[in-house]
């Protein structure tokens, strides 16, 4: 059974620019979570997709917005990006419900560099 | 507000110590879950247990033991006779309500050889 598949693993963006990551949950799992890591915050929620809809958003600008497909496939978008968001984004699927009480899954995570 | 304080920011003990990486949490649901994450150098997070707040059971498995006390808000996590594969960053996680959840923000521990 293949695992959370996240992509492009490294990106290195100008600042301005947007930027679109996409993650593929485990066959089966419905809900996709994406979050933020950098040293200074530490692993912050972002939002979590279930069945194409937002059911939760963390504390983020517009900026940042996702959206999931029928087949569960996420894909998360940062506009006009800023030098700090240079981060590690993850993201993260399960069954049935929300990452919130039961396990979550995680993919590799893609390193985002905003120069 | 609900909050997941790890104190520990860095942890290096010699390989087959015992070391225990301490969570305390914050909340005034009554019905939570209690989560800890490891994340090698690889990146992924690794789920490793997960504990509701009905269930004060410590448990064990294998060299890991968790041990939750409502009374002090705490979900601590100990590693007994690590190893160098034990290396990583730990998370813990506190989940409520319709599926939210927040982060600690982790405990490095460096296995020494």
């Known amino acids: 059974k293949a695992g959370v598949t996240q992509t492009p693993r490294y990106l290195i963006k100008t600042r301005g620019q947007q930027v679109t990551l996409s993650c593929s949950p485990i066959s089966g799992h419905r809900s996709v979570s994406w979050y933020q890591q950098t040293p200074g915050q530490g692993l912050q929620f972002l939002f979590e997709y279930f069945s194409e809809t937002q059911r939760n958003k963390g504390n983020f600008p517009g900026r940042f917005s996702g959206r999931q497909f029928s087949n569960s496939r996420s894909e998360m978008n940062v506009s006009t990006l800023e030098l700090g968001d240079s981060a590690f984004y993850l993201c993260?699927?399960?069954?049935?419900?929300?990452?919130?009480?039961?396990?979550?899954?995680f993919g590799q995570g893609t390193r985002l560099t905003v120069v | 507000a609900q909050k997941v304080t790890q104190a520990q920011t860095e942890i290096s003990v010699v390989e087959k110590e015992d070391v225990t990486l301490d969570c305390v949490y914050e909340?005034?649901?009554?019905?939570?879950?209690l989560f800890w994450y490891k994340q090698p150098p690889s990146g992924e997070l690794v789920f490793l247990i997960r504990?509701?707040?009905?269930?004060?059971q410590n448990e064990i498995s294998g060299r890991y033991s968790w041990n939750f006390q409502k009374s002090t808000s705490s979900f601590n996590f100990t590693i007994t006779a690590s190893q160098v594969v034990d290396s990583a960053v730990y998370f813990c996680a506190l989940s409520w309500g319709d599926d939210k959840i927040i982060f600690g923000k982790g405990t490095r521990l460096h296995i020494l050889p």
């Open positions: 993260a699927s399960s069954f049935p419900a929300g990452s919130g009480n039961t396990e979550a899954f």
């Open positions: 909340t005034r649901d009554t019905t939570y879950y």
């Open positions: 504990r509701n707040s009905f269930d004060e």
